[in-house]
């Protein structure tokens, strides 16, 4: 069975900083993959996906990700973060053939000034 | 741009009240989901529609039902509410395909006293 895991609940990073949020997948099938970015009292917004080719993924608000298959990982990066980048982040994962989204638990990240 | 909207932001009911949820899209989605979001538990799948009066449960369907009688409109119902389903409802939608991204309402936050 398809699961997405988020390890880290909270991170908390200073303003500028790098930050790597991480996800890591397990699927027997092939698996597309998701970043959602949830603001304070919205819904989920799409940040980037992988659904095949390059495994370097670029998404709005200066994020990317790396789909590394053989460490069945999909982490979200950003060189350097905002104040306004303080939200929750969320993996997600589908499968062909299903309907099913797969979501992680979520990674609260804290930008400090 | 996709919007989907959720008629209410907060609501809150009584115990043993029948409740309803509703949420429409303007992007003639053919696939509509309803979301339970919880701290710490992520988004966890309550009911999903393929099609015009086509559902499936999810993973949690107990105490709740839902309805689809127009394909912009779906409907979560909970028959006779319980403090346990004081939560976040998150409605999403989607063409068919597990490679489309889903696109997420506002949310509506049930409060059950």
């Known amino acids: 069975a398809q699961s997405v895991t988020q390890l880290d609940s909270q991170v908390p990073v200073f303003e500028e900083a790098p930050v790597e949020l991480r996800c890591n997948y397990s699927s027997s099938v092939s698996v597309y993959l998701f970043w959602y970015v949830q603001y304070p009292n919205q819904g989920l917004q799409l940040l980037l996906k992988y659904l095949s080719g390059s495994t370097l993924v670029k998404g709005i608000n200066g994020f990317e990700a790396e789909f590394n298959k053989s460490q069945t990982s999909f982490h979200l990066r950003k060189p350097s973060v905002h104040i306004s980048d303080t939200a929750e982040y969320f993996c997600?994962?589908?499968?062909?053939?299903?309907?099913?989204?797969?979501f992680g638990t979520g990674t609260r990240l804290k930008v400090l000034a | 741009d996709v919007k989907v909207t959720q008629s209410s932001r907060y609501l809150v009911k009584r115990t043993g009240e029948k409740v309803f949820l509703e949420c429409v899209q303007d992007?003639?989605?053919?696939?509509m989901f309803w979301y339970r979001q919880d701290p710490g538990l992520g988004l966890r799948l309550i009911y999903f529609?393929?099609?015009?009066?086509?559902?499936e449960k999810g993973d949690i369907p107990e105490g709740y039902s839902v309805s689809r009688e127009k394909k912009e409109r779906f409907s979560l119902i909970l028959e006779s509410a319980s403090t346990n389903q004081t939560s976040m409802y998150l409605c999403?939608?989607?063409?068919?395909?597990?490679?489309?991204?889903?696109?997420f309402g506002n949310g509506t936050r049930l409060t059950v006293t």
């Open positions: 992007m003639d989605h053919e696939n």
């Open positions: 997600a994962g589908s499968t062909s053939g299903t309907y099913k989204y797969i």
């Open positions: 999403a939608s989607s063409f068919q395909g597990a490679v489309t991204p889903l696109h």
């Open positions: 529609s393929y099609d015009v009066k086509m559902k």
